[in-house]
């Protein structure tokens, strides 16, 4: 699949979500209803839950045209040659339908959960990129390789992108942090951007905005983000005291129009693909398949 075919497979939208929350069972249920709805994607992250790529595989054998990717596989967590098996397996297994997100997670995360070395970001990544293709493979080679996509916040990232992978997997952003992404990419590199949704009626718009600042203040803890929101434009008063503007300009809040056309301001900037990330009013991590109903592409 070339990148102009996997840009076309990847519209008109996706999802990102944890399934930490389900049994594998359910899980896969998700998937398939996901699917059933008319998403091009699912995007599964990583943090100290289950294991993204042995998950994508359960996932695979339960869907038949998702497509399935890792938003992110960290690093950290895996020898890069391990990495390089997972990758082509999984392209090999699903039939082409995996794609390969790596990053280099966070420092507290790493070094306090993991009690390893947190390497400068760009560094840590293109040493990592090495290793992988200098990694042996003796395995059934897939038909084409997993397109690979970075976890890239900061120019030096998106730039290492463009040189070394298939794209960028930017999070927790803005459209106009899109539109900057792209042109640091150039025209032909994939551009998969997340984006956080609060669908809310009139009546639920005080829940909404809690749910929004607990976002905010869980993700605005770590470094990478908060440089990223400084980086385009934010003052740290802003970011300290949830500015009402900052935080609607990360995580767009209200009806489905409200949605869509916050979708649309990502694909004008440039993205490839949009994937949302529903946002629970009572704080649950699973999908949320009503707001992915409500949701479903047109």
Not at 49 to 62: I, Q, S, T
Not at 187 to 199: H, N
Not at 236 to 260: H, N, S, T, Y
Not at 276 to 292: A, E, M
Request: include cysteine; glycine fraction near 8%.
């Amino acid at each position: 699949m070339t990148t102009s075919d996997l840009s076309a497979s990847l519209r008109p939208i996706g999802v990102w979500t944890f399934t930490d929350g389900l049994s594998a069972r359910d899980a896969g249920e998700a998937a398939k209803r996901i699917e059933a709805l008319g998403y091009s994607a699912l995007w599964h992250p990583e943090t100290v839950g289950r294991d993204p790529l042995v998950h994508l595989a359960h996932l695979v054998g339960v869907t038949d045209t998702l497509l399935l990717a890792t938003g992110i596989a960290n690093l950290y967590n895996r020898h890069p040659g391990a990495m390089k098996q997972a990758r082509n397996t999984l392209a090999e297994q699903s039939g082409g339908r995996f794609i390969n997100g790596i990053g280099v997670s966070h420092k507290p995360l790493v070094e306090g959960l993991r009690g390893l070395s947190y390497d400068k970001p760009v560094t840590a990544m293109r040493g990592y990129l090495d290793a992988m293709e200098a990694s042996p493979y003796q395995g059934p080679e897939p038909a084409e390789a997993a397109p690979v996509v970075l976890a890239a916040l900061g120019p030096k990232m998106i730039a290492l992108a463009r040189d070394r992978s298939d794209g960028a997997h930017p999070y927790f952003t803005t459209p106009e942090h899109t539109r900057q992404a792209r042109e640091i990419l150039g025209p032909d590199k994939l551009l998969c951007v997340e984006q956080k949704v609060i669908l809310a009626a009139p009546a639920e718009q005080d829940a909404a905005r809690d749910a929004a600042l607990a976002q905010v203040a869980r993700y605005g803890a770590l470094p990478n983000y908060r440089n990223n929101w400084k980086r385009l434009g934010y003052t740290e008063e802003q970011i300290e005291a949830q500015d009402p503007g900052f935080v609607d300009d990360l995580i767009v809040i209200g009806d489905p129009d409200a949605i869509r056309a916050r979708i649309a301001e990502h694909y004008a900037a440039g993205a490839t693909h949009v994937c949302i990330q529903p946002v629970s009013l009572k704080g649950r991590p699973t999908p949320d398949l009503d707001v992915l109903t409500a949701l479903a592409p047109e």
